[in-house]
């Protein structure tokens, strides 16, 4: 007989337009959420895309701010609310990867603005309420529901130009919000159907991806199992790999999806003796293997990203450092972290080495 659940969830109060050519549905989204005028965000390097969606919307586009930079500093925001001011926008379209939806978001939050997104990288941020502002060198982040985008508008045909490196390092990024839900204390039973066949359509996806960038089935069944994995980072609180790579990242500035990359192996294979069902689900997800987090460490090998820490830049001396700000920090973890098994781990992953399942420490301390 089947087993009863005790569980919560919280639906996101959010549209979904998928396919190749949802492009054209965007100003569609805009009058579904009677906005009359956006302002176009976007990064630098994606100017001429965000041209591109403002020339599609005509009438109801504002203009383009082609300012969004990575950790959203709040100067970029403050610009881009100010542009939006003497533009007389009544909304905004973030186009591009994490960094240009975090500016809408920090945008949303701060000014009321509100967003539809348009992700081109596998990040999921459109997907969850989490912001992020960094001030005098200070990265503050936190949910709120006012971050939320209204409607987001995912079309593979917008993914193209993402190169090889950066799909698979992004779509590594992705797997890592699905693995991490699965043994999240507030994982419910959607969002772990959601996490296996996010990692799935994923894992499937993304040799293909690489191999030819412009096979548009491949990149739209990436773009599914990245929304999948999105939506279980927005409805689940994140365990030690998020922690070390917010610390890693924060700390000595490694870039966001190849620190994912790399270290996702590692903390899967530290907390797979506790979490037995996740292990079951991601065997399933990655073709039965016994041991998902090798079969990630070598999916990273044959997409060719990143193999160690040091290669992203870590010096070896900094692992210490990075031990201490991690075990300062409190987030939910189904494996007692320790200070031992912590630098084992880091250790591992700044040489390359592949992901060991490390024994209990003796003097564990619960987190
Ligand atoms: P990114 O947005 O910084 O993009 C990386 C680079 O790729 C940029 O130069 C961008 O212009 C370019 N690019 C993006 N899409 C492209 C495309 N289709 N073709 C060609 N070039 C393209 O990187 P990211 O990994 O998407 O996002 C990382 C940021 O997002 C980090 O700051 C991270 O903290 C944040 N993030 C937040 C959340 C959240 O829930 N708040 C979730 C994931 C990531």
């Known amino acids: 007989m089947a087993q009863a659940h005790m569980f919560n969830y919280q639906a996101l109060p959010m549209r979904v337009v ?28 994606q100017q001429e895309l965000g041209e591109r969606v403002a020339d599609l919307l005509g009438e109801r586009a504002a203009g383009v701010h082609p300012h969004a930079r990575t950790h959203v500093p709040l100067e970029s925001a403050e610009a881009a609310r100010d542009q939006a001011k003497r533009l007389g926008a009544d909304g905004c379209v973030a186009v591009g990867g994490g960094s240009a939806i975090g500016l809408g978001k920090a945008v949303a939050l701060e000014y009321g603005l509100r967003i539809v997104a348009v992700p081109t990288t596998y990040a999921g941020s459109e997907m969850t309420s989490v912001w992020g502002l960094t001030e005098n060198g200070r990265k503050r982040t936190g949910r709120d529901p006012r971050a939320l985008p209204v409607s987001v508008v995912y079309d593979p045909e917008l993914t193209v130009g993402l190169s090889a490196a950066v799909s698979a390092t992004s779509g590594m990024n992705a797997l890592a919000h699905a693995v991490e839900s699965l043994y999240a204390p507030d994982t419910s039973p959607i969002v772990r159907l959601m996490a296996e066949e996010g990692v799935r ?35 689940t609180s994140m365990g030690l790999h998020h922690k070390l790579c917010h610390v890693l990242g924060g700390t000595l500035d490694l870039p966001h999806a190849p620190t994912h990359t790399v270290v996702l192996p590692h903390a899967l294979a530290y907390n797979q003796p506790a ?19 090798r079969a990630l460490w070598e999916l990273g090998r044959t997409l060719g990203t990143p193999r160690s820490l040091a290669e992203l830049g870590m010096p070896e001396e ?19 972290v320790t200070a031992e098994n912590l630098t084992h781990l880091l250790r591992r992953a700044w040489a390359g080495e592949p992901p060991a399942v490390l024994p209990a420490a003796e003097k564990e301390s619960p987190r």
Do not use: K
């Open 201 to 235: 359509a994923l894992a499937a996806a993304l040799p293909e991806v690489v191999s030819d960038g412009f096979d548009l089935r491949a990149r739209g069944v990436a773009q599914y199992g990245a929304w999948l994995c999105g939506a279980c980072l927005g409805a």
């Open 275 to 293: 979490v037995p069902e996740a292990v079951t689900a991601l065997s399933r997800a990655l073709g039965g293997t016994a041991d998902p987090a």
């Open 318 to 336: 900094a692992i210490h450092e990075i031990v201490g700000l991690t075990l300062a920090d409190t987030y939910p973890n189904p494996r007692t």
């Open 18 to 45: 998928m396919g190749p050519g949802s492009l054209a549905r965007l100003g569609g989204e805009i009058d579904q959420a009677a906005m009359e005028r956006v302002l176009v965000l976007c990064s630098p390097e």
